[in-house]
C-alpha cells in the first residue's frame, strides 16, 4: 500500500519501535462518536445508561483489541491497582469488562493508561524482532518510542526502544548497518518534520551528541521491571552541555523545545 502511494506521489513515510504489543491510554477504545465535546462530554457519556451500553457494544465489536490481554500500567488515584489485567480487576470487582473500563474511566478522570500483554511464543517475538529490522532498512522508515513514562508499569519502550535497535536487534539479525540504523533514527525524522539545526553531525547544528559502546551497548528495560536503563552509553551531551558523564546523570537539563 506505502509503495503504490508512493508511485502516485504521496510523501509517506513510517515509523516503528522493536516491541510486539503496544501501549496507550484506555480513553483511545472509546469510538469516535463518544469522543465529540471533549472530556465533560465523555463523562457524561460514560455515566448515561444508554451511552455506556452503546460503548461497551463498540468493546465486543472491536475484535483487533482484546480486551483480556490488557494490563493496565496507570491509575494515578489507586497505583495500588496498576500491574493488574483487566480481566483480573473484573473478576475482583465482578463486573464485565467493558463496565470495568467505564468504571475506571469514571474514577480516574479518564487517565488510565495500558500495555497489551505480549505474545507467550519465543518464535513470535524473534519473528516480529526481524520484521522491525527488516522494515527499518528501507529508506522511508525512522524509529518512534512512542513513550508513555507513566505509572508505575510503563512500558519497555520507554526506556529501551533506541538501544534495542542499535544494539541487541542489529547484533542479532545483521540485516543494516549501524551508519544506516542511525539515519533512520536521527537524520530521517529532522528531514520528515523539517527540523532546522538537528539530524546531523555539523557545524552550526545543535550539539545533542550520545556516545555509546557499538559492541555493549543494549537495552535492559523488560516488560514486568521497564524502569530500568541501558547500558553502553557513557556520555550524553545536549546543546553541549554534558547530561551524563560515564554513564550517571549529572542534573544538567539543557534542552530546549523543539519550535
Not at 542489529?170 to 532546522?196: C, G, H, W, Y
Amino acid at each position: 500500500m506505502i509503495d503504490k502511494a508512493k508511485v502516485e506521489g504521496v510523501n509517506c513515510t513510517l515509523e516503528l519501535y522493536p516491541y510486539p504489543t503496544g501501549s496507550s491510554f484506555l480513553l483511545s477504545n472509546l469510538p469516535s462518536w463518544a469522543h465529540e465535546g471533549g472530556p465533560k462530554d465523555i463523562l457524561e457519556r460514560l455515566n448515561d445508561k444508554n451511552s455506556r451500553k452503546k460503548i461497551i457494544n463498540s468493546f465486543e465489536l472491536n475484535k483487533k483489541r482484546r480486551m483480556d490481554h490488557v494490563l493496565l500500567s496507570y491509575l494515578p488515584k489507586n497505583p495500588e491497582l496498576e500491574g493488574m489485567t483487566v480481566s483480573q480487576l473484573s473478576k475482583l470487582r465482578d463486573v464485565s469488562m467493558g463496565d470495568l473500563i467505564c468504571d475506571l474511566l469514571i474514577e480516574q478522570d479518564l487517565q488510565v493508561g495500558f500495555w497489551q500483554i505480549p505474545p507467550e511464543s519465543i518464535s513470535t517475538w524473534r519473528q516480529i524482532s526481524r520484521d522491525a529490522i527488516e522494515f527499518l532498512s528501507r529508506p522511508d522508515y525512522m524509529v518512534g518510542s512512542d513513550s508513555i513514562p507513566i505509572g508505575n508499569f510503563p512500558h519497555p519502550r520507554a526506556y529501551g526502544t533506541f538501544p534495542r535497535f542499535i544494539g541487541r536487534l542489529r547484533r542479532q539479525f545483521d540485516v543494516m548497518s549501524l551508519e544506516q540504523m542511525i539515519q533512520r533514527i536521527t537524520n530521517n525524522p529532522a528531514k520528515t518534520f523539517k527540523l532546522k539545526g538537528r539530524g546531523l553531525l555539523k557545524e552550526g547544528y545543535f550539539a545533542d551528541i550520545v556516545i555509546f559502546d557499538e559492541d555493549k551497548i543494549i537495552d535492559t528495560a523488560t516488560y514486568d521491571d521497564a524502569k530500568q536503563f541501558p547500558v553502553g552509553i557513557p556520555y550524553v551531551i545536549v546543546n553541549g552541555s554534558i547530561a551524563v558523564n560515564n554513564e550517571e546523570c549529572t542534573g544538567i537539563f539543557a534542552g530546549h523545545a523543539v519550535p
